[in-house]
C-alpha cells in the first residue's frame, strides 16, 4: 500500500508506465486464485521513502500512447488517449490485487478525469497478461473490523464507478476475481480477453462479496446463476461469462486493449448528451417498475429533442455527412 506515508516514483517513456509499486507491508506475494485474494509477504517488502508523502510521475513528452496523468500512488497509472481516459490498476507482481493504494489511485483518476472536459469515456483494465484484479489483498483485509464493513469504502467507490457521467469500460485481461469482478460489474461495458477468470469466491474467506456483488451479478446474469456462482464461489472462463450475459464481448488476448478503445471510439461519435442521458435513463430504469423507467425514457427524449445536439445529429444524416456535434470539436 502506498499512502501518506510513503514516496512512489512512477516512470513512464514512450506512453509505458516502467515505474513498480512501492508497497511498504508487502513486497512479494502469492495469489490464491480460489479466494479471489492475494496474501502478501511482510517480510520482502520494496523500499519505500518514509519522509515524504509526495510522489513523482515523469513523462516523456511525445509520446504515442498518450498523456500521463498522475494519480499519486504507483499502483494505479491512468493517461488519456485521446478522448478514452484508461484506468490500470498496476500492481502486476500480486496480480493487481486492491489494497488501500489502489483504491487511493482509482479514487484519484476518476477526480482527475471528472474535471475534464476533454475526456469522453474510461477504460479500466489491469497491467500485465495474467490478472485484471485478482481479489482483495488478504494482509489488509485480516484487519477489517465492523467499522470497515459499515464504511464499505470499495462498495461506495463501485458506485461512483457506476454512476460516471461517462460511458466506462472495462476490459478484462486474466483473472477478475471478487473485488475485481465487482469493479468490472460496476462499468457499463465489459470485454474480456480469452484467458479471462471470474468469479466471487469471498465465501472461501467467510465473508460475502460486499463491493455491489451481491446485487449487481444477479442483475448481470438472473438471480439463480448469481447465487450458484455466490454460494459455492466457482470460477467460470471467458466463454461462459459470455454465455450468462455477464460479459459483452469476448476477444483474443492481444487484442483486446484495441477492442476497448474501439468501443469507445465507437460511442464518442454519438450524440455525447444522448449517451449521458441513455446511461441515466437504462441504469435507473432497471433500478425501478417499468412505468417509472418509462417516464424517465420519455422526459430524457424531451429534452434531447429540444437539444442542438438532435438538430445536428438529423441534420447530418440527411445531408449524408457525419454528425459534428460540440463536445467533439
Not at 8 to 30: F, H, I, L, R, Y
Not at 38 to 61: K, L, M, Y
Not at 290 to 313: F, H, I, N, P, V
Request: charged content about 20%; glycine content about 12%; some cysteine.
Amino acid at each position: 500500500m502506498t499512502d501518506s506515508t510513503g514516496t512512489t516514483t512512477a516512470a513512464t517513456t514512450a506512453g509505458t508506465t516502467t515505474g513498480t509499486t512501492a508497497d511498504s507491508t508487502a513486497g512479494t506475494a502469492t495469489a490464491d486464485s480460489t479466494a479471489g485474494t492475494t496474501t502478501a509477504d511482510s517480510t520482502a517488502g520494496t523500499t519505500t521513502d518514509s519522509t515524504s508523502g509526495a510522489t513523482d510521475a515523469v513523462t516523456t513528452a511525445g509520446t504515442s500512447t498518450g498523456t500521463v496523468v498522475d494519480t499519486g500512488t504507483g499502483t494505479v497509472t491512468a493517461e488519456l488517449r485521446g478522448r478514452v481516459a484508461v484506468v490500470t490498476v498496476n500492481r502486476p507482481e500480486v496480480r493487481n490485487a486492491l489494497n488501500f493504494g489502489v483504491l487511493d489511485g482509482i479514487e484519484a483518476a476518476l477526480d482527475a478525469f471528472e474535471r475534464r472536459e476533454d475526456v469522453g469515456a474510461v477504460v479500466f483494465t489491469g497491467a500485465g497478461e495474467k490478472s485484471f484484479v485478482a481479489g482483495a489483498d488478504i494482509s489488509q483485509l485480516v484487519g477489517y473490523t465492523l467499522r470497515d464493513g459499515l464504511r464499505a469504502r470499495m462498495q461506495r467507490l463501485y458506485d461512483r464507478v457506476q454512476d460516471l457521467e461517462l460511458p466506462t469500460i472495462a476490459a478484462v485481461n486474466g483473472f477478475a476475481l471478487g473485488g475485481g469482478n465487482e469493479l468490472a460489474m460496476s462499468c457499463d461495458i465489459r470485454i474480456a480477453a480469452g484467458n479471462a477468470r471470474f468469479g466471487l469466491p469471498e465465501t472461501n474467506l467467510g465473508i460475502l462479496p460486499g463491493a455491489g456483488g451481491t446485487q449487481r451479478l444477479s442483475r448481470l446474469v438472473g438471480l439463480g446463476r448469481a447465487q450458484e456462482m455466490i454460494l459455492t464461489g466457482r470460477i467460470i472462463d471467458a466463454e461462459e461469462a459470455l454465455r450468462i450475459g455477464l460479459v459483452t464481448s469476448v476477444v483474443p488476448a492481444e487484442e483486446l486493449m484495441g477492442a476497448a478503445l474501439a468501443t469507445a471510439e465507437t460511442i464518442l461519435a454519438k450524440g455525447p448528451l444522448a449517451v449521458r442521458l441513455a446511461k441515466l435513463v437504462v441504469r435507473n430504469g432497471a433500478e425501478t417498475d417499468q412505468r417509472t423507467g418509462l417516464l424517465l425514457e420519455r422526459l430524457a427524449q424531451s429534452l434531447l429533442y429540444a437539444s442542438d445536439e438532435k438538430a445536428e445529429g438529423a441534420s447530418a444524416f440527411l445531408e449524408k455527412r457525419p454528425a459534428r456535434f460540440r463536445e467533439q470539436d
